[in-house]
């Protein structure tokens, strides 16, 4: 089997459209998201091969629009914070443009907010035993937590686009993670780790451009 057969069997099972047809969405149609249709997504997205199968992540489906605002304005409190620190000064450009890009998902019918509860595996308790830093120790692991998570993030994004609708996985947000988890009534030990407008997308989507996989791919 060539490239171009492997190509078409993807093609042939779905992959190439369910996966290749995504692009983010930050404008959306104020259709609701039914629950049947948000259980759906959450059902593939937990799918997501885990550390451990130990399922580390946790969904939060915001329908209400006062605490969609709320969120809205907590990320906007956490920005009016930041552009206050002197480190930022000058840069009132570049915090309106993040401000742009974190706050949008105000703007769809239904806000997913996704946990993450903490894991350790015995590969890390014994680097705890040995009482390495915290940065020694993501350098031996790479966060296998925030790996799990990010995978189940990504079949949510792809389950909600083979139902029609448009998502934008968004980490901008987690700025005002400790507001945000307040507001949602999230205890610790969970953390936000994203968030995920979800809705008919406003417009054509239109996937973005990818380099070959010549560039990012070597066989030694
Ligand atoms: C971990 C992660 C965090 C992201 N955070 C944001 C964000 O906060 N705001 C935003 O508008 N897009 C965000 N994105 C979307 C990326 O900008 C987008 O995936 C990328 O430009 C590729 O475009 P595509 O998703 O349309 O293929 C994020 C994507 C990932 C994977």
């Given amino acids: 089997m060539d490239t171009d057969d492997a190509r078409g069997r993807l093609a042939r099972a779905g992959l190439r459209s369910a996966v290749g047809g995504r692009a ?22 937990v799918r997501a091969a885990n550390a451990g199968n130990a399922q580390m992540w946790r969904f939060v489906a915001v329908e209400d629009v ?6 809205r304005q907590a990320v906007d409190d956490a920005l009016d914070e930041m552009a206050a620190w002197p480190e ?7 915090i309106k443009a993040l401000r742009a890009y974190a706050t949008f998902f105000v703007d769809a019918p239904l806000v997913m907010a996704v946990f993450g509860l903490p894991y350790f595996s ?12 915290v940065e020694e120790r993501d350098r031996l692991r790479a966060r296998p937590d925030l790996q799990s998570i990010g995978a189940a ?6 389950a909600a686009h083979a139902l029609g609708y448009g998502t934008c996985w968004m980490t901008a947000p987690v700025l005002a993670a400790p507001a945000i988890e307040r507001l949602l ?4 030990p969970a953390k936000l780790v ?8 406003a417009g054509i989507v239109t996937p973005t451009s990818r380099l070959p996989a010549g560039d990012v791919l070597e066989f030694r």
């Fill in 24 to 45: 983010s969405v930050r404008r959306f149609l104020p259709d609701p998201v039914p629950r049947e249709h948000v259980t759906a997504m959450v059902e593939l997205a």
């Fill in 66 to 71: 006062v605490i969609q605002v709320a969120m």
């Fill in 88 to 94: 930022l000064a000058g840069k009132g450009n570049e």
């Fill in 122 to 133: 015995r590969g890390d308790e014994m680097l705890l035993a040995r009482g390495l830093g």
């Fill in 153 to 158: 993030v990504q079949l949510f994004c792809i």
């Fill in 185 to 188: 009534g999230v205890e610790p």
């Fill in 194 to 201: 994203a968030v995920v407008p979800v809705g008919r997308p």
